[in-house]
Each structure stands twice: as structure tokens, then as C-alpha cells.
């Protein structure tokens, strides 16, 4: 339940930096204040409505529900609570929790993770976060609109390890902006108490320095939530990342299934929910559906926004294929224009000579909703040109994923055999329509 609360929180966040903007557009600014507790309130209201029901869903389908502890018996038998429950087929779906990462003095000094800060009654007037992910950069900027002073702390090359490098190195200078400093390449080694305040040594590529805040947010990573489960008594396979599991989320007994975080492939609440309802079929099919994670959207929910898709140029690069890249500016979309949200790019990744996307990576307004344009080119698998000579409405965000597509240069000759959705139509239509298309456009 860790994402609702924060996107509520993000939500008051882009409120008050709009307010502070607001005579940019003309509206004359007669003042606001933040009342931490009401936004907390809010956040916990909405969370509340989102659970109000608890079980009995479930339970009208027939289901029945425990509240209890659970661990593993056998390979059948599952005790929860004081009862022991015998099934044939099993499926794990315990998620994660926050990894505290082994530095001397944190514990002693204290700090909160994400759960307890979606939580706090009191605003601290200085953090530091450890840790440069969506889950550091989201609080970030929470934290940082709220009036805190926010340091981020990242031992990797780049904030969003995962993410492309121009989109990393934009958003640093868009956190900068609202007054977050980062520090990249930067490990902490050591915390301790100072009085109200605590205290960070970290080692960075400047040398050893201190950093000292009112509180520390760890966002170093995530566990599988297994220490329970005595997953030994079922011969269940599992290591630091999560359960082992094979393409149709089988783990290593074959009645057992395991899927979601605790798998620990992709932490996304979308793809637990995909991998939850993989499982479920599988356990009770005679053939079972393998996962496909070959298009999976990923957002952090920033200002601006970041999403990604598929392969970046480094990754494309690394793997030896042949690629081409292209990429679009904010600054030039008259809507982003319009809304003065015109930071951030487009930048699309596409297979030299066919101009088949096999990559997207946005940073800037709506790009969590425009990730999707291009996963359902990719899906296709469609070439750049398609979503190029596709009419958008104008002025619209979207506009942006059209024009980065249509800095792809396309071989025309190499997409002769391309599928273009033509899958069902008589071969001799298809050639045809194929052939016009390749001269003339879509």
C-alpha cells in the first residue's frame, strides 16, 4: 500500500509549487501555507477508503481469510496462527520490505523508511535520503516542496541507476532547481546523534564529508518479505533478491508458486498484480501461460515525471545491436509551452534501418502517460515512421512522442516484410497495402 500514499503526498507537492508559481500566469499570489498534518490526513483518509472493506470482498467469492502469521510446515502444511492448514497447491505473494543497509551507527542514530515517513505528524525541517531511486527521489521532492532542506546520498554513477543517462543527468538539474542537492557516487559509512541532529560520513569523489540533518530516510533498496516463512520446511529455493521462480512463476517445488515482489524480478505494482493473476492460472491449468516481460512500463512519479521503456542506448549498445536514437524537447511543444511544463525530453531508441522502437525513456509533464504510446509500438512491433505519420490531436503532450519519432531515419527498403497490424489480412491485400505504405506513408 506504499504507492497511494505517496503519489498523495507528490499531489500536495505539485499543489503548493504551482501556488508559488502562480504569478507567472497572472494570478496574484495572496498567500498560502502548508498545514502538514491536513495533507497527512488527507493521505491517510484516502488509504483508509481504499481498505475500508478489508477481507469481505474475498470472503463474498468464497474465500477464506486469516490475519494471522504463516510458515511452512512441509512441503503441504502451512501453520497460521494457532491452525495448520493442508493444501495441495500454494502460491506466495508476501512482497517486500525496506533493506536497512549495514551502516555503523544507523540504528543506534535512527531514522524512517518510506512507510514511516508516509506517516510523520511533524515535518522535519532537514532530511537526508540514502538512496537516488524513484523511491528517494519521490519523498525528495516531497520533502522539498514541504519546506525541508533535502540532501540524496547515491553510491551509483547516477541517480535512477536504471534509467538512461541523459534522462538522469536532466533530472538532477531539475531537482537542483528545487533546491534538492544530490550527490552521486557518494556511500555513507557512518551516522551518529549530534543533539536534535544526525550526522552522515559519507565517502564521495571529493573525499570524506559530513552531511548532518534532522532525519534520515533510507531508500537503499528492498527484501523479499521470506524471514518467516520458514521456506526450508517446503524446500522452497530462494536468495537475496526473492523466491526463485521459473517463467510461468513456479518456484522450485512444483506445487508452489510465487509471485509479486517476492519474486524479485520487477518491483512495479503493475507487475505484481500481472504476475499475481499468472500465477493464480497456472496453479489451477493443465498448460501453463509463461510470463512475458518483454514491454513493461516504469514510472517515478518525480516533477517532472520519468518513465521508461524497453532498452536504453547503453543497454542496445552493450547487447550489439544496431541502433539509431532520437530525441525531442520540451521546450519546442506548444502545449508544455502553454502549461509552462516545458522542461524534459523525449528520447526514443530504434533499430537502425527499420526504425522498429525498441526503447523510449521520457522525463517531463504526463510522461507516465505517455509511456504508453510507445509500448503499444513496440508491442506491434511497429517502426517510428507509423507513430510519426499518425495524426495527434494539437496542442497535446503527446505531441512530444511524434515528434521524437519522427527524428528516426527510416531505410525504407528494410521494412518491406514489416507486420503493420496486417497479420489477419489476405496476403495478396497485404503486399499491396505494404507497398503503398512504404511509398507513400500510412
Not at 499543489?15 to 508559488?20: A, E, G, K, T, V
Not at 548532518?212 to 526450508?232: D, K
Not at 509500438?377 to 490531436?393: E, K, N, Q, S
Amino acid at each position: 500500500m506504499g504507492c497511494l500514499p505517496t503519489k498523495t503526498l507528490l499531489r500536495s507537492a505539485k499543489l503548493l509549487d504551482l501556488f508559488r508559481d502562480s504569478e507567472r500566469f497572472g494570478i496574484r499570489n495572496f498567500g498560502f501555507e502548508l498545514d502538514f498534518g491536513k495533507v497527512m490526513e488527507r493521505s491517510d483518509a484516502l488509504i483508509e477508503a481504499t481498505v475500508s472493506q478489508g477481507p469481505r470482498p474475498f470472503e463474498e467469492q468464497g474465500v477464506e481469510y486469516f490475519h494471522d502469521p504463516a510458515r511452512f510446515l512441509s512441503p503441504h502444511e502451512l501453520q497460521v496462527g494457532e491452525r495448520v492448514l493442508r493444501a495441495e497447491r500454494f502460491i506466495i505473494a508476501t512482497g517486500q520490505l525496506p533493506a536497512i543497509p549495514p551502516i555503523p551507527g544507523l540504528r543506534e542514530a535512527g531514522f524512517i523508511t518510506n512507510e514511516q515517513a508516509t506517516h510523520l505528524r511533524e515535518l522535519p525541517r532537514s532530511l537526508v535520503i540514502l538512496g537516488g531511486g524513484a523511491i528517494g527521489l519521490e519523498f525528495a521532492q516531497i520533502f522539498s516542496a514541504f519546506g525541508c532542506e533535502v540532501t540524496v546520498l547515491e553510491a551509483a554513477n547516477q541517480i535512477l541507476p536504471r534509467d538512461d543517462e541523459d534522462i538522469a543527468r536532466l533530472m538532477v538539474g531539475y531537482l537542483d532547481e528545487r533546491g534538492v542537492r544530490v550527490s552521486t557516487q557518494t556511500r555513507a559509512v557512518a551516522v551518529k546523534r549530534q543533539d536534535e541532529q544526525k550526522v552522515v560520513t559519507a565517502d564521495t569523489p571529493e573525499g570524506r564529508h559530513n552531511v548532518v540533518a534532522e532525519e534520515i530516510l533510507v531508500a537503499t533498496g528492498r527484501t523479499p518479505n521470506v524471514q518467516e516463512l520458514n521456506l526450508e520446511a517446503a524446500g522452497v529455493a530462494h536468495d537475496r533478491r526473492g523466491i526463485t521462480v521459473d517463467e510461468t512463476m513456479q518456484t522450485s517445488v512444483p506445487h508452489i508458486w510465487a509471485a509479486g515482489d517476492v519474486a524479485g524480478k520487477w518491483l512495479f505494482t503493475h507487475v505484481a498484480a500481472y504476475e499475481g493473476r499468472l500465477a493464480g492460472r497456472n496453479a489451477t491449468a493443465a498448460h501453463p501461460r509463461r510470463a512475458d516481460y518483454r514491454i513493461i512500463p516504469r514510472v517515478t512519479f518525480t516533477d517532472p515525471e520519468v518513465a521508461s521503456i524497453g532498452y536504453t542506448e547503453r543497454e542496445a549498445r552493450e547487447a550489439g545491436l544496431p541502433v539509431t536514437t532520437s530525441t525531442f524537447s520540451f521546450q519546442g511543444l506548444p502545449k508544455a509551452v502553454i502549461d509552462g511544463e516545458n522542461e524534459g525530453i523525449v528520447k526514443l531508441v530504434a533499430v537502425e534501418g527499420s526504425g522498429e522502437i525498441i526503447g523510449g525513456h521520457i522525463v517531463g509533464p504526463e510522461a507516465g502517460t505517455l509511456i504508453h504510446e510507445i509500448a503499444v509500438a513496440m508491442a506491434g512491433p511497429l517502426p517510428a515512421d507509423v507513430v510519426r505519420h499518425t495524426i495527434h490531436a494539437f496542442p497535446t503532450y503527446s505531441e512530444a512522442v511524434r515528434w521524437a519519432a519522427g527524428g528516426v531515419p527510416v531505410d525504407k527498403a528494410a521494412l518491406v516484410g514489416c507486420v503493420l497490424c496486417l497479420r489477419d489480412v489476405p496476403a495478396e491485400v497485404a503486399t499491396r497495402a505494404e507497398r503503398s505504405w512504404i511509398e507513400n506513408g500510412p
